[in-house]
């Protein structure tokens, strides 16, 4: 079934009935086609692929929703995805069927008109996975493709399910599962063959994007974005090319990162494929390649030929990084009129603060203009393409401080593109930093490899001034038309509409719509926690629908310690939340939260407190939240059940509560630093009631 069929839904919906009731499955007309994934934007109806068109725009052209009667919408129906973690994925929408993934890689095929459950299904990833992840167990959603359905998995596999019952056509795996790599983007499907990456730099990965054969699941190509070890043979004439950009030093033993964990697009006319790809690994280049250089390709943007993956351009966007400046944030490809001149762009707004329009044909740049404030670059050099880089950025001092901070000025979530207003709407934040060096760097295989001080990074993230606002940019203009402030740093993704409208949920746990010409709030609706996700639009009988995903978490959630009070009141319950006008639908209360406070005595010797200190921001922070404040979604240990710190050495040593996500850590740590993280959680335990 070909989207824009849509006479054909009727019956689609009634066998579907019948296969679910009867519990057998039944053949059914297979999904997007490449002429329907070619044509995607032009369906009114479907989301068929994760930016909504290869373009990655993120318009819809559904109109019955508009600025003049947005205030009416309510809630169709909510959907809930029994998780407590972060909430990333775009859904697709597919003939009255909505695909979702949640946390772990669980995938969900529901009824796009009545919230209800038609299959899900898990592909039990194993909980120890959950350490190797920065920042969260999320996912970004699937790929849909004649029939079958593509998701990537936290721990590194890339599995096709049938479209109509979620069973496994085939699963191959990605990684190298002795290196901490991950999945957390979505797939793309270009000319038959499915397109994916993956992340792990801060662990110690070495970055690339696969192309695997949609039909059989046979790996095409494979192009790796960094150099790995000199003494061995190089995979491609471009590694060749950027090898004497890396100077010094053993990266290859880190990996050196580049790592491609979200953003792809598409242009079929040019046939070029577009790949972000991520910070260096350590993050320091310093270590990493103490000569200096530009290490190619990190924090780039890759023109690649979709068939062969042979490199055709690159810019990088910030040369020799030492920020965790990814450039793998959300890619827009657009027809502008610039200077009097027709072009086609891309647009990104990457971790580094700059608002690049790039010529997609040839990788030109045309022009990157600051987006929020930013110190570790004067400006972007339009004649050499290059950033003026503050020499002391680089770490001159002990600490540096440097805006953006590594979580970005913008980071996965995804902005949209109306070319009725000609604006892009951008999530973006202020977040700094203070970088400190670790001058002991060790390579530590299975923990963080930074190259800092990671008690400093951890118990100095998220001080400072915080900000995170919707920004309306005019690409052409080179500037802000207008921007709608947020009380916290980390908000959704955004949708525009022909409606005139902006849709973005948000750190306060809202759900919101912004009229798209001058960012007047126009609706506002509970959404029962955080949201991060990008919501979409789809129609189902002639009815148009706003879905989007609540469920705090992702990387700044985790390290922030600053969870929305609903977060915290309900338990981060995830859902899928959809509306219509006219909806009635009621978000389900919250179950409150139980929370122990009552005191232990213990004895505490500061040296203890001190070593497990340094143990919990090592191993434990970047899930329990910097000095054991939790971050809303995964528990607060300093408000355990008092049984939970006599049972550390089973819970972390063990794996006694794998089933609920927490690994075990007995690979890398004994019952002596155990020993000293229980005497650390229970002073920050005595700590808090003193505070109350
Ligand atoms: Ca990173």
Known sequence: MRAGQRTSYGVHSSILLLTVSMGIALACAPGPDDAALRD???????????????????????????????QSLGLAWSFATDTTRGLEATPLVHDGILYTTGAWSVVFAIDAGSGRELWRFDPQVPRETGAKACCDVVNRGVALYRGRIY????????????????????????????????????????????????GGAEFGVRGYVSAYDAATGELAWRFYTVPGDPALPVESPALERALPTWKGGEWWKVGGGGTVWDSLAYDPELDLLYVGTGNGSPWTRE???????????????????????????????????????TATQHMILADLVIEGRERKV???????????????????????????????????????????????????????????????????????????????????????????????????????????DMVWSATSFGKGTLAGVLIAWDPVARSERWR????????????????NLVFQGNGEARF????????????????????????????????????????????????SADPPEETLAGGNAGRLLTFKLGGDARLPQPQRVARSLEPIVADLPAAEVAAGMRVFHEWCVACHGPAAIGGGTIPDLRTAAPAVYDALPKIVLEGALRSKGMPGFGEWLDVNDVAVLRAYLLSRRAELATEQ
Do not use: C
């Open 484 to 499: 709608v402030p947020h009380r916290r740093p980390w908000n959704g993704g955004t949708l525009t509409t022909a409606g």
């Open 512 to 559: 919101e719509a912004y009229r798209a010409t001058d960012g007047e709030r126009l609706f506002s609706a509970p959404a029962g926690t955080g949201v991060i996700a990008p919501p979409v639009s789809y129609r189902v009988d002639g009815e148009q629908y706003v879905s989007v995903m609540a469920g705090w978490g992702g990387g700044f959630a985790l390290a």
């Open 287 to 325: 270590i990493r390649s103490p000569g200096g250089g530009d290490n190619l390709y990190l924090s780039s943007i890759l023109a690649l030929r979709p068939d062969t993956g042979e490199l055709v351009w690159h810019y990088q966007t910030t040369p020799g990084d030492s920020w965790d400046y």
């Open 40 to 70: 995607a934007a032009g369906s009114t109806d479907d989301w068929l692929s994760h930016g909504r068109g290869y373009a990655e725009q993120r318009f819809s052209p559904l109109a019955e929703i508009h600025d003049g009667n947005v």
């Open 151 to 198: 998701v990537g998995t936290l721990d590194g596999r890339l599995l096709a399910l049938d479209e109509m019952t979620g069973e496994p056509v085939w699963e191959v795996l990605t990684v190298d599962p002795t290196r901490p790599y991950t999945i957390t983007g979505a797939p793309r499907v270009v000319k038959g063959k499915v397109v994916i990456g993956n």
């Open 346 to 452: 891309l647009m990104q707004a990457p971790k580094n603060g700059f608002f690049y329009v790039l010529d997609r044909a040839t990788g030109e740049l045309l022009s990157a203009d600051a987006y929020v404030p930013v110190n570790w670059a004067e400006r972007v050099d339009l004649v050499t393409g290059r950033p003026l880089i503050d020499p002391r950025a680089r770490y001159a001092f002990d600490p540096t401080d440097v805006m953006p901070g590594p979580t970005g000025a913008h980071s996965w979530h995804p902005m949209s593109y109306n070319p009725d207003t000609g604006l892009v709407y951008l999530p973006a934040q202020q977040i700094p930093f203070s970088f400190r060096r670790d001058p002991a760097f060790v390579y530590r295989p299975g923990g963080w490899n930074l190259g800092l």
